[in-house]
């Protein structure tokens, strides 16, 4: 029972470089969400997706870009990495009924120097 | 808009009751739920409230006020593994599931 796979799970950038984050859920959720975390932040939702091909922006989507080309992968690209990105991005996906609650991948701890 | 607050950090006893509260001022509300998140791990799924009352789930209890937009979850017979943060989250009433989160309260157990 895999749930929600995030990839990498460590990374070290430069500011300025790109690199995409992978989210992969085999229970055939529709909905997908990106969050960040911060000490003493919580969750911050950066974008999601209500299904294959289709996106929205979330709380702070500045910096960030997603795609969701298969129902079952949600990617979260930093264009431009900069510092302020430094955080814990999760992954989640849930059912469309109206009590599940979100499944959550194991994180991406990011550091942008 | 959405505004959730939880108290940031919580001390208890082993073997002792702890309750954690919530107070939420949000449109479209459509739930509640509790997540646990132990450092450096995922949250992962506690407790679900729409209706007022308490739900009760074996050590775990959540209640709910609509009116007066209040939640708590109790923790009985706390035991040092309960050492996490919990997040109240509300599930806003959206075509996407969405839920805002609180910022966590982190409870420490000790012996």
């Known amino acids: 029972n895999a749930g929600v796979t995030q990839t990498p799970k460590f990374r070290v950038l430069k500011t300025g470089q790109s690199m995409t984050l992978l989210c992969a859920q085999d229970?055939?959720?529709?909905?997908m969400y990106w969050y960040r975390q911060d000490p003493g932040m919580g969750l911050r939702l950066i974008h999601y997706?209500?299904?294959?091909?289709?996106?929205a922006k979330g709380e702070v989507p500045d910096g960030y870009n997603v795609s969701r080309l298969k129902k079952q992968n949600f990617l979260l690209g930093l264009e431009s990495a900069a510092p302020s990105q430094t955080s814990v991005y999760f992954c989640?996906?849930?059912?469309?009924?109206?009590?599940?609650?979100?499944?959550f991948g194991d994180g991406t701890r990011l550091s942008i120097l | 808009g959405q505004n959730i607050d939880q108290p940031t950090e919580m001390t208890a006893t082993e073997g002792a009751i702890v309750q954690i509260n919530c107070t939420y001022q949000t449109s479209g509300f459509n739930g509640l739920f509790w997540y646990q998140q132990h450092a450096g791990e995922a949250p992962t799924f506690l407790s679900y409230n729409v209706l007022d009352g308490l739900e009760e789930k074996g050590r775990f209890s959540s209640f709910l006020s609509r009116s007066k937009g209040y939640s708590y979850l109790l923790l009985k017979e706390l035991q040092m593994k309960d050492s996490a943060s919990y997040l109240c989250?509300?599930?806003?009433?959206?075509?996407?599931?969405?839920?805002?989160f609180g910022d966590g309260t982190t409870l420490t157990v000790k012996p």
């Open positions: 989640a996906s849930r059912n469309r009924d109206r009590n599940q609650p979100q499944h």
């Open positions: 997706s209500v299904g294959e091909g289709t996106t």
């Open positions: 989250a509300v599930l806003r009433n959206t075509n996407a599931g969405k839920s805002t």
């Open positions: 229970m055939n959720h529709e909905y």
